[in-house]
Structure formats: structure tokens, C-alpha cells
């Protein structure tokens, strides 16, 4: 079997790894990314839409700055309840925006600048083992596109490889604790061929559920209403589809969605994670491979460009002073924001979904908490502050 050696070895491509790839170029660190898909099928897998102001920063800062040209800023967000919508005035009540800008995107931009700077990604590269993980030379077991068996060593393994994590599940259960919820809903996301109906995201609560209205481009939208966990999207056709969504966003106001071919539909499952500790010897968990959140309060891609500035800094003092202590201040500094937007994610969508077995009380007070809300600045406030990320990516050292 061949064996490499680099410095520091990345597995997975996604948005993490390869932003923290980007980073470790810039410093002039060798490493190798391994991504066990085609570059063509992540470009054209939809997922994340909303960046915070602090993640725009971070993918501006490490020279993808396209979202500044491209992507379109919000200054708000509607929440709709009893039919009626209820602007969520985020520049004014924090002084910060966020961006709608494809997670495809994102990746696009930073595999662009990858392949542009001839920095060592190998797509179509599984990782299946991790090897020594607790010594001074780890390493993985990775199959290339040939289904030949390789093996890569390195100072030290990133796992960017997301929920399904190699580096997370290869770890022994007595050596992690997973903090998980699963949730009675799941959301049927579609792409549309169509106008746009809102200009900014409308957050819809209804007697029949949740529905997301949200845009892509002048002629793409995406949408997303609640569903059983186990539907099947092949049951559905567009008529189906979009006398759904009228229903859920219908009111008194009016209020219709442009219509349009559906272009795409998947069903996305809801689940929290949070595993502990995100590092072992010299491995470190970064993104959804640490964490999981459900996608309503759109945190999971903020949380992964978080956790790569924190990252990155902490990487940046063990490569100065080779003290394996350094690595454990990861864990302890991106520990805060994973819970706050655990959090975060998990209110807005209790507020915002109903249970399958709701009870009449239980969905009047939903709505009764949705009118406290909006009703007061403060409470305004409180949401516009976890929407946009609470400020800036910065996390003392000394915490
Ligand atoms: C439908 C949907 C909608 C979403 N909407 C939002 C939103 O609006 N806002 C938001 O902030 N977040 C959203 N998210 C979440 C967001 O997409 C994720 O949080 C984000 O992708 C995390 O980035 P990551 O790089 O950590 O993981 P990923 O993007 O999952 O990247 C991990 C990579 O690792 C690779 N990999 C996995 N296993 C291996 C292996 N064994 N060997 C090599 N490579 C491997 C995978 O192929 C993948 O490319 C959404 C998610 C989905 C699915």
C-alpha cells in the first residue's frame, strides 16, 4: 500500500475543509484535502442559503469574496402567522445584515481558488479508517477513484467530513458523548422555476404547518414546507407541491406564491447533535462532523465557518510553539456558539412547526408566543441578534 506523509491531512471538501484549506495555503502549510465526492456533484447539491455578516467576513478575509458581488444582502425577515406578516427588522434592531448566497456557492468560490493555487484536494478520495489516532503520526485509510487502497500520515487529521463523520464514528463510544434530538417533522425542500414571490424570507406558520419561502436567483426559488419524516417526494407532483405551499402561506392579505416547474424535491430530516470532545490526541472534529443543527434558524454552514476561524487560530499557535496543550483550547473556545446555536435552531423550530399530535392548547400557544415576539422590541431583538449570529466570529483566548 502507498503511504504519504503531509503536515496536516483534511478529510472531507465541503465548505470547512476547504476554507480551512484555503487558510492553511495562505500560511504556507502543506497539507492534503480528501473529498469523497466529484467536485460536479457537491457544485450541484442544494443545500445552505443564508450567510451571517461575521461568515461573509471570514470567506472575504480568506479571499473569496464573490458573495460581495453576487450574493444579495437581507436587511430582514417576515415571520407570518394568523395570515398576517411580521417584518423582523434585523439592521435595525442589531446593525447587522446577512447574505443570501448558495452554499454551492461558497464551495464553488473556495474549490475555484483551490484548483486556481494548485493546492493538493483529491476528489473522489475516501477515507475509511483513521490510524493512530492518539500517537504523533496519525493518519487515515483512504480508497482513490480506482478503488485503490491508500494510506496518508500526517502531524495532524482534520474531520471536515460532515454528519456522517469517518473520524467521529470511528471513535469508541467510551472515548464521546453525543448530545442529540430528534425532531416529529422534517421539511420537503424544493427547487422552482419561477419569480420570486417575497424579496425577503418568509418564515410561515400555519394550522397545516411550516412553510419556508426563500430565493435563489430572478428565476430560481427555494422553498420548503413540513412534512412526516418519512415521506416519500415521489408521491408528490407539482400541483400537489404548490397547493401546499398556497395553503400554508394563505391569508387575509392575499398573499400568493409565483408558481412555476419544480426543478428538484428532497425531503431534509431534522436532527440536533453536539458531540464532546471535538478533539483526540491530534485529531479535530470542525463543521457538521461536530455538530448537527436543524436547518430553520440557518446555522449549520455559519457554524461550520466559525469553527474554521477558531480553528485556524489555534492551528496557527501549534505550528508556532508545537505544543500539543494549544489544541485543546479548541474545544473550550467554539463551545459557546455551538450551544447558542443549538439553541437557537431548536426554538425556532418548536415555535414554528407543529407535532403530528399537537394538542389545540399546545398549537394556540405557539402562536400566542409568536405574537409576544413580534408584539416587542425586545423580543424582536432577541431573535434578529440569533438570526445574525451574535456579532462578529471573535472568541478571546483566554477563555
Ligand atoms: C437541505 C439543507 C439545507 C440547509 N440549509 C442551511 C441553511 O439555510 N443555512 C445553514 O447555515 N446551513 C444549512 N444547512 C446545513 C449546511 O449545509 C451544513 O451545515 C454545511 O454543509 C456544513 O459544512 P461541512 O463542510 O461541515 O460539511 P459538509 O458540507 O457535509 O461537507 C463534508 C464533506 O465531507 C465529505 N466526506 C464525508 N465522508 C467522507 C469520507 N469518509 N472521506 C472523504 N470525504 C468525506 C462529504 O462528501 C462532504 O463533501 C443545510 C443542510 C441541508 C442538507
Known amino acids: 500500500m502507498k503511504t504519504e506523509r503531509t503536515r496536516v491531512a483534511v478529510v472531507g471538501g465541503g465548505p470547512a475543509g476547504l476554507l480551512l484549506s484555503r487558510l492553511l495555503h495562505r500560511d504556507g502549510i502543506e497539507h492534503v484535502v480528501l473529498e469523497a465526492r466529484s467536485r460536479k456533484e457537491i457544485e450541484n447539491t442544494h443545500r445552505a442559503g443564508i450567510l451571517e ?13 464573490r458573495v460581495l458581488r453576487d450574493g444579495d444582502e437581507h436587511e430582514g425577515i417576515v415571520l407570518r402567522f394568523d ?76 474531520g471536515a467530513d460532515g454528519s456522517r463523520s469517518v473520524l467521529r464514528h470511528t471513535l469508541p463510544e467510551s472515548e464521546r458523548r453525543t448530545y442529540a434530538h430528534a425532531y ?26 411550516f412553510a419556508l419561502i426563500s430565493q435563489r436567483t430572478p428565476t430560481r426559488q427555494r422553498h420548503y414546507f413540513q412534512c412526516d419524516p418519512d415521506e416519500n417526494p415521489d408521491t408528490w407532483d407539482d400541483a400537489r407541491i404548490w397547493g401546499e405551499l398556497q395553503a400554508r402561506v394563505a391569508g387575509p392579505d392575499g398573499f400568493t406564491l409565483a408558481e412555476g416547474p419544480v426543478v428538484e424535491k428532497t ?80 426554538w425556532m423550530s418548536r415555535m414554528l412547526h407543529s407535532a403530528a399530535d399537537e394538542s389545540p392548547f399546545e398549537a394556540r400557544r405557539r402562536v400566542a408566543e409568536l405574537r409576544t415576539l413580534c408584539a416587542s422590541e425586545a423580543g424582536r431583538r432577541h431573535l434578529a441578534e440569533g438570526y445574525t449570529g451574535w456579532g462578529p466570529i471573535t472568541v478571546p483566548k483566554d477563555r
Do not use: C, M
Open 53 to 65: 455578516a461575521g461568515a461573509v467576513d471570514a470567506l472575504v478575509g480568506a479571499g473569496a469574496a
Open 83 to 158: 395570515g398576517e406578516d411580521h417584518r423582523i427588522d434585523l439592521v435595525g434592531l442589531t446593525g447587522r445584515s446577512v447574505w443570501l448566497y448558495p452554499q454551492t456557492d461558497v464551495f464553488i468560490d473556495l474549490a475555484d481558488r483551490a484548483a486556481s493555487e494548485g493546492v493538493d484536494v483529491r476528489w473522489l478520495a475516501t477515507v475509511t479508517d483513521v490510524l493512530d489516532r492518539d500517537g504523533r503520526n496519525p493518519g487515515v485509510r483512504w480508497t482513490d477513484a480506482d478503488g485503490v487502497e491508500r494510506e496518508l500520515r500526517a502531524d495532524l487529521l482534520i
Open 184 to 209: 416529529p417533522y422534517a421539511w420537503f425542500g424544493v427547487i422552482v422555476e419561477a419569480p420570486q414571490s417575497a424579496p425577503e424570507l418568509v418564515y410561515a406558520a400555519s394550522d397545516r404547518g
Open 267 to 346: 425531503v431534509l430530516r431534522f436532527r440536533s447533535s453536539v458531540v464532546e470532545p471535538v478533539r483526540h490526541g491530534r485529531s479535530l472534529l470542525v463543521g457538521d462532523a461536530a455538530h448537527t443543527v436543524p436547518p430553520t434558524g440557518a446555522k449549520g454552514l455559519n457554524l461550520a465557518i466559525a469553527d474554521v476561524v477558531v480553528l485556524h487560530d489555534v492551528l496557527t499557535d501549534w505550528f508556532r510553539t508545537g505544543d500539543d496543550a494549544t489544541l485543546a483550547a479548541y474545544g473550550r473556545r467554539v463551545s459557546e456558539r455551538v450551544w447558542r446555536a443549538q439553541h437557537f435552531s431548536s
